[in-house]
Each structure stands twice: as C-alpha cells, then as structure tokens.
C-alpha cells in the first residue's frame, strides 16, 4: 500500500511522456473557438479578428489588414490577430514582416501561457509558408513537413487559407 | 459732300480752311499719314485688345484644365472602436459625438423606433441613439447605419443596429479632424462633384444669385440693366449684376476692387468661360469656390465645407431648408451667418424659400414643409488645433514627395495615429502641470514667453509604435521648436536601464549581474585623461554594498556607474542603441549616469522595446496617405524588431515596476494610480531637466520638464514630471490600467535569501521572490550557505549540485 502513491506518481510521469504517435492528433487551432474567451477587449479583438479573417475569405485582403490593425487597436496583446497578420504576410509580398508577426506571437502566447498544441502546426506551418516564399526553401521543408503531419487537415497544401484559420 | 464718311468731311473743312502751311502738296500727304497713323492706331489697339484676350483665355484654360482648387491635405485621427464593455464616460463618447457634429434630439417615447436621419444622435439613461454617417476608408470603410447602445452605467452592454436588430461586436466611429495642412489663405473646403449635390440645392443658389443661369453666354444683360436702374435710383451701387460665371471669374482670377478695368476683366473672362467649358462644369467650380463662412481662422469655401460646418452632413444629404440657407447666406456668409444670428438667418432663408417657389423651382408641398422647418445647425466646432507640434512631425515622416507645397494643395487624407481624446488630455496636463510647478515653485516663473518653463509628453502604443499623443512644448504660437522630438536633452538617471539590460543580458558568457546580485556603492574613483572622476549620489552618501534592485529603486549613481565598467561603456552604448536610441553617445564612464543627450522621442522609443518584451517598434505616426478619389498612395505598415531577448527585457522591467512601487518614482502610486506601472525618473545634473519615463504593458509616456535655455530648476524629477505623467495616465485610463507584464517563458521566479542572493530554504531568516532567466538562478541555498555572499555572478551556469538538480527536475516535472 505504501508504494501506492509513487505507482501513481509514475503512472502520471509515463502518462505524460506518452509518444505523440500513441496520442491523437489535436485539431489545429480555429480562432472561431477563442471568440468567446478573455475580457472585453480581448472579446471584440478577436471579432475584428474574425471579421478580417472573413474579407480575407471574400478575396479583400485590404479590409482584412485594416481589420487585424483594428484588433491591435482595441488589444495591442492578441497574440491570434498578430497570427492573423503573419498570415496576411506570409500570403503577401513581405515575408519577412511574416517571420517577425510570427516570432510576436510566439512570445505572447508563451507569456500568456496560451501556447498550445493546436496552435502549433499554424507556426510551423507559417513559419515555413513565409521562408518559402522569401525564397528560402531548403529552410522552408523541415517546418512546412512538421505542419503537415500536426494537421494534414489544414497544412496538407503547405498554405493555411483564411477560412482555415478561421 | 453727301455720303462722305465724316472723317472726309472733316478733312475737305480742313482743306478748305487757309493756312500758312495747311495748303499745297504737303496737305494731302499729311491726311494720308494721318489715316495710316489711326489705321495703325487701330490695329494696334485691336491686336493689345486681341493679345490681353488671348492673354485672358491662357489664364482661364491655365485654371480650368489644372488643378482648379487648392484643396489643403486633412489630418484624420485614429478611429474610436466602440464594443461591448467598453467604458463609454472614459472615451468621452458623448463629447466624441458632439465634436464631430452629430445633432442631439430629443429622445421619442418610442425611443428604439424614432426616425434619425445620419448624423443624428439620441439619448436616455440606459441607451443611446447613433445614425452614423459612416466614412470611406481603403482598409476600414464604415456604412452609414443607426444603431443603439443599451448602456450599464459607464459601460456598452450591448450595440445593436436598427432595423435588423443585429448584435454588432464592434463599430467605429468616423475618426476626427486634427489639423489640415492649409495654404497662405488658409481656405478649407470639400470638394463635391455636381451628380453629389441634391437639385434643391442648385436651385436655391440658381434662384438667387442667376435666374438665367441656363440661358445666358456669361453675361445676363437683363440683369446688368436692372442692376443699374436699382442703382440709379438708389443713387449708389446697392444690386451686382454679375451672373455666376462671373462670380466665378471674379473670384477665380481677379481681386475684389470694383473698377471699370476689373469688370470688363471678369466679363471677358465670364465670355471666354462660357465659351470653351459647359454649363455644369461652371455650376460645379462655382459650387466649391463659393466662399461661405469661418471656421475659427479657416475660410470655408464650397457648399461640402459649408454643409459640414452648418448642418454636420455630407451635402447630398441636406433638405430643401438647409439648402436654402447655404444660399441665403452667400451673399454676406459672415454677416447672415446663422451661428451668429440664427432668427435673421431663417427669414433670409425664406426669402429664398420664397424665390425657389415663385420661380418654380420648389412644389408647393415642399416649400411649405421647408418653411416650417427649425433650423437645427450643427455644434459650432473649430478645428481642434491641439497637435500642431504632432503635425510637423507627421510632415517629416511622410515620403519626400509629399512635399509642403503637394500637401497644401492636393487634399490628402491622412490618417493619423494620433488619438485625440488622449492628445487633449496630454496638453491640459502638461500644460496644467507646468502652471501648478510655476505657482508652488515661484523661482520657476520667468516673466518672458519665450524664455518660461517647458515641458513635453509624449505617448506612444509600445506595440504598434503608434503616437497616441504629443505636445511639444506650451505653445506652438509662441514656439514651434519641439522639444519632443527637436530638443536634445542629458538624459540623466532614465538612461540607467540601459545599463542594467546590458549587464543583465546572458550574451556573451554570461550576464555580468543576477537580480539577486550585490553591487558596490562605495567611493569610486577613475582617472581619465581629462583628470580623475569621482561620481557622486545624490544624497551625497555612500551606500556600501546594496541589492541591484535598491541601486535602481534609489538611483545609486555611483553603484551603477561602477557596474557600467564592469560591463564596458561600449556595451552600454550598444544596448541603448538596440533599444532605439539614435542620438550620439559619447563612450565615456559618465554615459552610464545619463549625460548623453537624446531626444523624448527617442527615450520612448527605447522603453517601448522594452515594455514590448525586447522587440523595438517603428515610430509611426500615420497610417494611410488616401488621395481624393480615394486611393491609398502610400502605407505606413506596424515595423518591429527583437533586439533584446523577452527574459532579460522582462527583468529590466521588473526592476522599473520597483521604482514605482518603492523608489523615485513611488509618487505616482502615492497618487492613487494603481496597476501594473514601470518607470524611470531621470534628473541631470544641477536639476536641469525632469524626467519620467514611465510605461504600462499598453502605453510608454515620457515627460520632460525643463528650460530651452539650460537652467536648474531645483526640482527633482520625482517633483517636477512624475505628477504631469501620472495625472495623464490617470486621466487617459480611468484608473483602469489593463494587462500585465508577463515573464516570458526562459524566465523563473524563485524564493531567494535577500541579503546573501542564495536560494531560501525553510529557515532562511528572510526571503522574497526574484526572476531569473533560466540557467542563471543561484546555486547556493540558505541558511546552509547563508553566511557566505553570492559573488557577482559573472561565469556561465556553475555545476548543480546533485540535491538542487534534483530539485529543480522535481520542479520540472511537477
């Protein structure tokens, strides 16, 4: 009985060093599902959020810019709408801005204590959809393969369209 | 004789007339020359008069095929988003709604139904009533739509629009008028295209000023006759007879004196206007020539500026009434102005009420209805005029090809980063701030202007790098040298972060200091070869050895300067230009007690990167150059960079919240303000400048306090610029300050022992928390090692012990 609690103890540290293979895969992150969460202002950044993510959809991605802007405007620390925003660039003309909207977010959601694996194949992924397209290839594969395998449902392409971000 | 041009009959009197040399052969020659002399005469009069014409047409085609108005280029804030939650009384909503001209009306019973027209407005207790006009932007349009907000308290519980009854997450309101970049003549309009104008309109002006506009070639002689008969009678010029081609001309290209010379200029130029341009394109220039009334110094010129400044709406949107107003006050725009004297304003609008109807132009239906409508004027508004300083400095950020001459002339839209609420709130604190130092502090009063107190603030979001406020100095009308961006100034103890990042950062085998380290505050002395130097406190003491944070909470000069050589200067140097400061640095042992100078901006700029965990933002101040058919010309897009890692950012920050909490910067907790707040007061040597840099994880605030003209001012900083900073914040977020300063993940906090640094154990005889970036916590632990001091941790990570290793992977792993 006395080794009781410490079978527990290993039980729960085997548990937790599970292979990822054994694990099921997490749905990739959709920021729909983070609209209800945080204070006000978190709240209404994460519509803005959305409603751009939605003008990106319809093919207006001037709106969709001015829509992450207005996110920042009203929660300068939303880690999802500098997500967004990488996106954006990363689809865009500047992959560069892409690779340092991704690094911003990274930072946030790690100070935040918001990183999770869902969100996980969208760095990947972007990371490796931005390098891609700044002419980077070889940098590129690693990060655009481990996305693919994350969440062959969203990176199966190597590009992450609004909607599916959404 | 008979059927003899007179000249022949005047020259055979002649001939016939004796004279000493009149007759014989030389008569005849002389007529002959005579006549080539008048026919010459006449061909040159006819070819000057054909020349000026000609010179008249160039003029006219000169305008009419450029650019016909000198449209200044308008300054626009940044939105205001109103959403769920938001404290509606903190953002001044109704004042917001005020300023942009939007017309209160008294509330209906059936409140949730009453009709609004854009840019109405309505208010109870628990709702307001909002038809908004909506605005044209390329990333960011609006449409106009009405729509109500059910208010708890202080708050927006929920928007709705009318109607629909949609729930709306967000809406934004139109941004503000900043400023405009005007020309010499300070004219303001908005320019209308003639499809735009509501046909009421176009009669009212036509039913006054030219009946026959539609039939005449430029010049109505019916009317020039009439005008002179009323005249004669009158026995002085009481009627004009100029059509509004003339007008036009008039005001086009000549100068209001009334002479014959000018009046057959305008007729002429009436003549060739009508010839070579349409009725329409004539109604149009004249409909946003017309000049039409004062918005404080600005002429508002066109009936787009004058619907705006009247009636608070786009043109097409105004009613017969309105309409007739606008013409009733052409006339004598000052004189009849209805702010002025708004019962004789509504008689004269009758008058052309009464035109409209009689000539036809207004059924009788609606010119009853017009008649009996109030006049209902938009709030007198000025133009704000508080951020003249902001924009100079948004002139030079803009591409060179926006020059002074373009930007008066080509009617931008420039959609700033200025928040105006905030820019308001900026200037009445600094400007109350300074005149509250003036009066407690009567040795700071100097009786000229020009040589008074100055003082700066500047706002910035650390992660957009947006300029949310800036005031550079008392008075733009008395000094347009900006001293939040133009002055250089030391920059004395809020320099010192800069030394501290540098000696905390792990680059380079290590970080020379731990937060948990213990700096030397004893006599220091360095001979240089400008002779010895001995840095003193302020206090004039010396401290022995202290804790890192006690050197930055109490802004020891002398431990940080000695911490300064041990780092290097030149790292130092390097740190505060990583940050962003751009102005140069002398690498002497003094740079690290702040006698470099630098810039507000720049001060701001630096803390930015830090409050933004290490990432240095681009300083933006606008965002869009929109042209006037409304296409973005040019972008200022959100830059940052990492140039510090997020832990060591993190732990400068932690030691700033520490002189809020304790140290020189404590006022602005004694005042009341609560939150997560970090700072820095600065003050140069012989108190010549204040300084407080002070941030919160959503806005960095620099204010500097000082003379132009270098003088001590006996105050600290503490004093003199922490009450201007924190009646600003305070002001700006209710007291409610948002978000955290958050330790990014290579950053652990662990219980320490104080006075040695070693890790605390039960037992310890004291112990607090501290922030370590992973891999430099303390290896040594209390009470075991207690007696013996942490030594200045300068190695890289020492070999663990196998109890702490395994401590710390308990700690992992739990």
């Known amino acids: 009985m006395r080794a009781l609690p410490l079978l527990a103890l290993l039980a729960l540290l085997a548990c937790a060093r599970l292979p990822a293979a054994l694990a099921p895969?997490?749905?990739?992150?959709?920021?729909?599902?983070?609209?209800?969460?945080?204070?006000?202002?978190?709240?209404?950044?994460?519509?803005?959020?959305?409603?751009?993510?939605?003008?990106?959809?319809?093919?207006?991605?001037?709106?969709?810019?001015?829509?992450?802007?207005?996110?920042?405007?009203?929660?300068?620390?939303?880690?999802?709408?500098?997500?967004?925003?990488?996106?954006?660039?990363?689809?865009?003309?500047?992959?560069?801005?892409?690779?340092?909207?991704?690094?911003?977010?990274?930072?946030?959601?790690?100070?935040?204590?918001?990183?999770?694996?869902?969100?996980?194949?969208?760095?990947?992924?972007?990371?490796?959809?931005?390098?891609?397209?700044?002419?980077?290839?070889?940098?590129?594969?690693?990060?655009?393969?481990?996305?693919?395998?994350?969440?062959?449902?969203?990176?199966?392409?190597?590009?992450?369209?609004?909607?599916?971000?959404? | 004789m008979e059927g003899l041009p007179r000249n022949s009959r005047s020259r055979k009197r002649q001939a016939d007339r004796p004279g000493p040399k009149a007759r014989g052969d030389g008569g005849p020659k002389m007529w002959r020359a005579a006549r080539w002399l008048l026919a010459g005469l006449a061909f040159a009069a006819g070819f000057l008069a054909g020349g000026h014409l000609v010179r008249l047409d160039r003029i006219v085609t000169a305008r009419f095929e450029g650019r016909r108005f000198q449209v200044p280029s308008r300054v626009l804030s940044a939105p205001t988003i109103?959403?769920?939650?938001?404290?509606?009384?903190?953002?001044?909503?109704?004042?917001?709604?005020?300023?942009?001209?939007?017309?209160?009306?008294?509330?209906?019973?059936?409140?949730?139904?009453?009709?609004?027209?854009?840019?109405?407005?309505?208010?109870?207790?628990r709702a307001v009533r909002v038809h908004l006009r909506g605005f044209a932007h390329p990333s960011r349009p609006e449409p106009p739509r009405d729509i109500l907000l059910r208010l708890d308290g202080s708050r927006i519980e929920e928007i709705h629009e009318v109607g629909s009854g949609r729930a709306l997450g967000a809406v934004l309101l139109e941004p503000e008028l900043v400023g405009s970049y005007y020309g010499p003549h300070r004219e303001q309009r908005d320019l209308v295209r003639l499809p735009e104008v509501p046909r009421h309109l176009v009669d009212a002006v036509l039913a006054v000023e030219d009946q026959r506009f539609a039939s005449h070639h430029g010049i109505d002689l019916r009317r020039v006759a009439g005008?002179?008969?009323?005249?004669?009678?009158?026995?002085?010029?009481?009627?004009?007879?100029?059509?509004?081609?003339?007008?036009?001309?008039?005001?086009?290209?000549?100068t209001p004196e009334r002479t014959l010379e000018r009046k057959l200029e305008e007729a002429a130029m009436a003549l060739i206007i009508e010839a070579r341009y349409g009725k329409d394109d004539i109604l149009e220039s004249y409909l946003n020539e017309i000049y039409l009334g004062q918005r404080g110094s600005t002429a508002v010129h066109g009936v787009g500026e004058a619907a705006a400044l009247y009636f608070g709406k786009p043109a097409r949107h105004l009613t017969s009434a309105e309409s007739a107003l606008i013409a009733a006050i052409i006339q004598s725009p000052n004189g009849t102005s209805p702010f002025r004297d708004p019962e004789r304003a509504v008689e004269r609008r009758n008058l052309v009420l009464d035109l409209m109807h009689e000539q036809g132009r207004l059924d009788a239906a609606t010119y009853r209805q017009a008649r009996d409508e109030p006049l209902r004027l938009s709030p007198r508004s000025e133009e704000a005029r508080l951020a003249r300083y902001f924009l100079d400095v948004l002139r030079h950020q803009l591409p060179r090809a926006y020059d002074v001459t373009t930007l008066t002339s080509v009617g931008l839209r420039i959609y700033s980063t200025l928040d105006l609420r905030m820019q308001r709130i900026a200037v009445e604190a600094l400007t109350r701030g300074l005149e509250g130092l003036e009066s407690h502090y009567p040795p700071l009063r100097r009786d000229d202007s020009a040589r008074q107190l100055q003082g700066c603030l500047v706002a910035l979001r650390p992660q957009t790098g947006e300029i949310l406020a800036l005031v550079g100095g008392r008075s733009y009308g008395a000094s347009q040298f900006d001293?939040?961006?133009?002055?250089?100034?030391?920059?004395?103890?809020?320099?010192?972060?800069?030394?501290?990042?540098?000696?905390?950062?792990?680059?380079?085998?290590?970080?020379?200091?731990?937060?948990?380290?213990?700096?030397?505050?004893?006599?220091?002395?360095?001979?240089?070869?400008?002779?010895?130097?001995?840095?003193?406190?302020?206090?004039?003491?010396?401290?022995?050895?202290?804790?890192?944070?006690?050197?930055?909470?109490?802004?020891?000069?002398v431990a940080t300067a000695r911490l300064a050589q041990d780092v290097g200067i030149e790292k130092v140097a390097g740190m505060a230009r990583r940050l962003g400061i751009e102005s140069p640095l002398p690498p002497v042992p003094s740079l690290a007690l702040g006698v470099a100078e630098v810039s507000p901006l720049e001060l701001a700029r630096a803390y930015a990167t830090l409050a933004n965990g290490g990432?240095?933002?681009?300083?933006?101040?606008?965002?869009?150059?929109?042209?006037?058919?409304?296409?973005?010309?040019?972008?200022?897009?959100?830059?940052?960079?990492?140039?510090?890692?997020?832990?060591?950012?993190?732990?400068?920050?932690?030691?700033?919240?520490?002189?809020?909490?304790?140290?020189?910067?404590?006022?602005?907790?004694?005042?009341?303000?609560?939150?997560?707040?970090?700072?820095?007061?600065?003050?140069?040597?012989?108190?010549?400048?204040?300084?407080?840099?002070?941030?919160?994880?959503?806005?960095?605030?620099?204010?500097?306090?000082?003379?132009?003209?270098?003088?001590?001012?006996?105050?600290?900083?503490?004093?003199?610029?922490?009450?201007?900073?924190?009646?600003?914040?305070?002001?700006?977020?209710?007291?409610?300050?948002?978000?955290?300063?958050?330790?990014?993940?290579?950053?652990?906090?662990?219980?320490?022992?104080?006075?040695?640094?070693?890790?605390?154990?039960?037992?310890?005889?004291?112990?607090?928390?501290?922030?370590?970036?992973?891999?430099?916590?303390?290896?040594?632990?209390?009470?075991?090692?207690?007696?013996?001091?942490?030594?200045?941790?300068?190695?890289?990570?020492?070999?663990?012990?196998?109890?702490?290793?395994l401590l710390r992977w308990l700690d992992e792993v739990l």
Not at chain 1, 116 to 142: C, I, K, Y
Not at chain 2, 84 to 107: A, C, H, N, S, T
Not at chain 2, 229 to 252: D, H, M, P, V, W
């Open chain 1, 25 to 166: 895969a997490p749905e990739p992150l959709h920021l729909a599902d983070l609209a209800g969460e945080g204070d006000a202002e978190r709240r209404t950044s994460m519509r803005l959020v959305l409603q751009g993510l939605d003008a990106d959809s319809e093919g207006r991605p001037d709106l969709a810019r001015g829509g992450y802007e207005n996110a920042l405007r009203v929660d300068p620390s939303n880690p999802y709408a500098y997500l967004a925003l990488a996106r954006y660039h990363a689809e865009g003309a500047s992959p560069e801005r892409a690779l340092s909207f991704l690094d911003r977010t990274s930072a946030l959601l790690e100070a935040q204590g918001a990183r999770s694996p869902r969100v996980e194949p969208h760095l990947e992924g972007l990371r490796g959809a931005a390098l891609l397209a700044g002419g980077r290839a070889a940098e590129a594969r690693p990060h655009l393969e481990r996305a693919r395998a994350l969440a062959p449902s969203a990176w199966n392409d190597g590009r992450l369209s609004a909607r599916e971000l959404r």
């Open chain 2, 82 to 125: 109103l959403y769920p939650g938001l404290d509606w009384q903190r953002v001044g909503l109704r004042e917001r709604l005020k300023r942009l001209g939007y017309r209160e009306e008294e509330p209906a019973r059936s409140f949730e139904s009453m009709q609004l027209s854009p840019g109405q407005q309505a208010w109870t207790e």
């Open chain 2, 227 to 254: 005008a002179a008969l009323a005249n004669l009678r009158a026995g002085a010029i009481r009627q004009g007879g100029s059509t509004l081609t003339q007008q036009l001309a008039k005001n086009f290209f000549l």
């Open chain 2, 483 to 557: 001293r939040c961006t133009q002055a250089r100034r030391p920059a004395g103890s809020a320099f010192k972060p800069f030394v501290y990042a540098a000696a905390l950062e792990a680059s380079g085998g290590g970080p020379t200091i731990t937060l948990a380290s213990q700096l030397d505050d004893g006599p220091l002395r360095l001979d240089l070869p400008t002779g010895p130097w001995r840095p003193e406190n302020f206090d004039r003491k010396f401290h022995g050895i202290v804790s890192v944070r006690e050197a930055v909470e109490r802004s020891l000069n």
């Open chain 2, 615 to 805: 990432v240095r933002p681009e300083i933006r101040a606008f965002e869009d150059l929109v042209d006037s058919q409304g296409n973005t010309v040019a972008r200022r897009d959100i830059e940052f960079r990492r140039t510090l890692d997020g832990g060591t950012a993190y732990l400068v920050t932690s030691l700033l919240e520490g002189v809020v909490e304790r140290g020189t910067g404590f006022a602005v907790r004694r005042a009341g303000l609560e939150g997560p707040i970090a700072g820095k007061t600065g003050t140069s040597d012989d108190e010549r400048d204040a300084w407080f840099v002070g941030f919160t994880p959503e806005l960095v605030v620099v204010v500097w306090v000082g003379f132009d003209d270098p003088q001590s001012l006996g105050l600290t900083a503490g004093r003199a610029a922490v009450p201007i900073w924190t009646d600003f914040v305070q002001q700006v977020t209710g007291g409610r300050i948002r978000g955290a300063f958050l330790p990014p993940g290579d950053v652990v906090a662990l219980e320490i022992e104080p006075v040695s640094g070693a890790l605390a154990r039960p037992g310890c005889p004291s112990q607090r928390a501290e922030y370590f970036l992973v891999g430099t916590e303390p290896t040594r632990t209390c009470p075991s090692d207690w007696a013996e001091p942490e030594p200045t941790w300068r190695r890289g990570r020492e070999t663990e012990s196998l109890r702490d290793a």
